[in-house]
């Protein structure tokens, strides 16, 4: 409703020093020319709402000005009170603030909504951590934080995925947790990078200030980068027939295997089954391990590997055993 969307245009700008119209419109689900038209709404009402024009332009409230409008919708508290990911909170070392913060939050709001919010809690639990955890270790995870929130550059060192060891003076912008991982994101003459925390071999926080870009939005970065990451993974698919035996269990591995396909049954009970892997020896692993429950199709040449390896291992066991 449009009621609802000017509140939230009052609200965004209340929050946020300046917001462009394209931001407003990407935040609204709208296009650029219906904000135009919700912020000539806005004017006509009375609210002191104003565009700066040019590059660092964007729409904003006359300074001082502050809405009344609290009311919060059940969902919306709802959101609220949804429990973060309680390892995360320890890694930033948040766990006590958050729940000090949790119990003012629920102090704020009615009485008749208090129950629906400690709920919550009761009934959606967020428990990113996985089921073999290997906690990674951060000796410089303070560090980080610090020159993140204080806007000064970092020097460190740095462990490539080869091993080699670089130095870095970096603009540290934010922090990613991806599972249990975290990822320094970083910039260095103006070309934007992500570093796996658990690598950073040194670090320290120099006093040289620096300035974030305006226009840097780290969900919206880290989303494209992740799938520029996925888009540029290697691919390597098989065509296989699967005993049903086996159906329930391909996914459950512990081994990185993508199901691209499932088809109807043969008539002798197996299953047509499309696998994508990321490289070779990953599929032929992975193929080795369910034995004679797995029929290759294609590629050819993954059925002989697979058949010459399989071959290998009945000659080396029985010359063990006659030995």
Same mark, same amino acid.
């Given at each position: ?28 689900? !709208? ?22 024009r ?6 904003s ?23 973060? &990911? ?60 610090q ?7 970092? /020097? ?20 990613v ?24 071999? &040194? ?44 159906? /329930?269990r391909?996914?459950f ?14 008539e002798?009970?197996?299953?047509? !089954? ?6 070779? /020896?990953e ?9 004679? /429950? ?19 291992? !009945? ?9």
């Amino acid at each position: 409703m449009r009621a609802d969307r000017l509140i939230t245009i009052i609200l965004l700008l209340q929050n946020n020093e300046k917001l462009t119209t394209k931001a407003l419109a990407n935040e609204l689900e !709208v296009t650029e020319r219906t904000i135009h038209r919700d912020m000539e709404a806005l004017s006509r009402t009375g609210i002191p709402v104003f565009a700066k024009r040019g590059k660092n332009g964007g729409w904003s409230l006359l300074e001082g000005y502050r809405t009344n409008i609290t009311g919060l919708k059940d969902n919306e508290i709802k959101s609220l009170f949804i429990s973060p &990911s309680i390892h995360v909170l320890n890694d930033l070392g948040l766990t006590t603030e958050w729940s000090k913060a949790r119990q003012k939050l629920i102090a704020s709001i009615p009485s008749f909504l208090q129950k629906n919010a400690n709920d919550v809690w009761n009934r959606i639990h967020v428990d990113t951590s996985t089921w073999r955890q290997s906690t990674e270790k951060i000796e410089f995870f303070k560090i980080l934080q610090q020159a993140i929130w204080n806007e000064r550059k970092l /020097q460190m060192k740095y462990e490539r995925a080869d091993g080699k060891i670089v130095e870095r003076v970096v603009d540290p912008l934010g922090l990613v947790a991806k599972g249990s991982t975290w990822y320094l994101i970083a910039s260095s003459n103006e070309e934007f990078r992500n570093y796996r925390a658990s690598r950073i071999e &040194s670090a320290l926080m120099t006093a040289e200030k620096f300035s974030r870009p305006e226009d840097f939005n780290l969900s919206q970065y880290w989303d494209n980068s992740k799938q520029k990451f996925i888009k540029s993974l290697p691919r390597y698919e098989v065509n296989v027939e699967i005993s049903p035996s086996i159906a /329930q269990r391909i996914g459950f591995t512990g081994r990185f295997v993508q199901t691209l396909e499932i088809n109807s049954p043969l008539e002798n009970g197996w299953i047509p !089954v499309k696998l994508c892997f990321d490289t070779e /020896q990953e599929a032929i692993e992975y193929i080795l391990g369910f034995g004679n /429950q797995i029929r290759i199709v294609h590629p050819i040449t993954l059925r002989q590997i697979i058949y010459d390896m399989a071959r290998a291992i !009945v000659d080396f066991y029985e010359r063990d055993n006659f030995n």
